[in-house]
């Protein structure tokens, strides 16, 4: 990975794609899906073969594999993976997981491997938004999960939580909440309802129709307040606001995702995977079968190239922290006229030279960050 001399390469990540679902969910607009058995053993002999081709010429602080569902790779394949990565152990390495996809066995495996933090796609706890969505756990499978997890020594955990979800109410999200306090989560996510046409929800909701539960989404107001209710509780368990949608107890954020948000190096690897090195970004493929065939012909799998905008990505992506951004001189210059305004309005606020959304302003932050994109 070239350039980027200016970033500390001792604090880089790196993120492994593994877009494979054993099912997919309504709401889910991820390059990510149900494919052939086959396809997904050449993808990771792929996986491997792209990490193994990497010049290492640092270690990395953080490793995070996302998806899909890549609690679905064999342990002896999981293991191998990580294993073609320098550094371990880690400061962090995290494995996103689907409930009911964790067993003694393998969560044991993944603590050898180095993994020492989970990510559950919960999204809520009540049956029948699960139903809907096209998930099959329930709030015991969690528990279960989350017991298990801990008797592997994994304490360090976090819940996904969706707000807008169809037949969603105030009172079954104040039930989704109570579990996470029962839980004793240490890190929660809670992001609102998406609607897009890249997922079969947002497409049916976009023109008008009912499958999947798209008449019953709640209104926009209604995942407004679940948000905010969200926000007030988490407060209270002692589970702070430092991201929009990121909230944890004191020591438990998650180090990795912070690595974007602070506009520090990564590299990614696997379909639709970006790496970006202080100069430019790179995203790979984002068909598995391409991707696949690319390394297979020993071809590089990196599909685009395009230069980073450093000062507009700093303010755009550490507006999304509560801890703010604080801008240089050039940046105050550039957009001094949006920053006013905004400010004006109430949506956002300076003080000691850093610049924060207020709670007003997070509402509304895609509305701000527009002013920041290159």
């Not at 790779?73 to 964790?102: D, F, V």
Request: net charge negative; charged share 25%.
């Amino acid at each position: 990975m070239a350039g980027g001399a200016r970033l500390q390469w001792d604090l880089a990540g790196v993120y492994l794609s593994f877009p494979f679902c054993a099912q997919k969910c309504t709401f889910c607009n991820f390059d990510s899906g149900v494919f052939a058995p086959a396809l997904e053993e050449r993808y990771l002999a792929a996986l491997a073969d792209e990490i193994a081709r990497f010049t290492w010429t640092w270690k990395p602080e953080t490793v995070y594999l996302g998806g899909g569902s890549p609690n679905r790779i064999a342990e002896a394949s999981l293991a191998r993976l990580l294993s073609l990565i320098p550094g371990r152990p880690w400061g962090e390495a995290t494995i996103e997981a689907t409930p009911g996809g964790i067993t003694r066995e393998r969560a044991e495996a993944w603590r050898e491997a180095g993994v020492n933090r989970v990510s559950l796609g919960v999204q809520s706890f009540v049956r029948a938004e699960l139903a809907r969505t096209g998930r099959r756990h329930d709030a015991a499978r969690v528990a279960s999960d989350m017991a298990l997890l801990h008797a592997a020594g994994i304490a360090n955990t976090n819940i996904d939580l969706i707000a807008g979800l169809p037949g969603q109410t105030p009172m079954s999200w104040r039930e989704s909440l109570d579990w996470v306090e029962r839980l004793e989560a240490p890190h929660v996510s809670v992001y609102m309802l998406e609607i897009d046409g890249d997922s079969r929800l947002g497409a049916e909701i976009l023109r008008g129709g009912s499958r999947y539960g798209a008449a019953d989404v709640p209104a926009e107001e209604t995942v407004v307040e679940l948000y905010e209710t969200a926000c007030e509780r988490l407060e209270r368990m002692g589970i702070r606001q430092y991201e929009i949608s990121n909230f944890a107890r004191p020591g438990f954020e998650s180090a990795h995702n912070l690595k974007y948000w602070r506009l520090e190096p990564y590299a990614g690897f696997g379909a639709g995977a970006h790496s970006f090195d202080g100069d430019s970004r790179r995203e790979n493929a984002d068909s598995p079968t391409v991707y696949a065939e690319l390394i297979e012909r020993g071809e590089s799998p990196v599909a685009a190239v395009s230069q980073a905008h450093p000062e507009e990505e700093r303010l755009f992506l550490g507006l999304r922290l509560r801890e703010g951004v604080r801008a240089d001189a050039a940046g105050w210059g550039r957009f001094e006229e949006p920053i006013f305004r905004f400010a004006q309005a109430g949506l956002l606020e300076e003080a000691g030279g850093v610049l924060r959304l207020t709670r007003r302003g997070i509402l509304l932050s895609n509305e701000v960050f527009q002013e920041f994109i290159a």
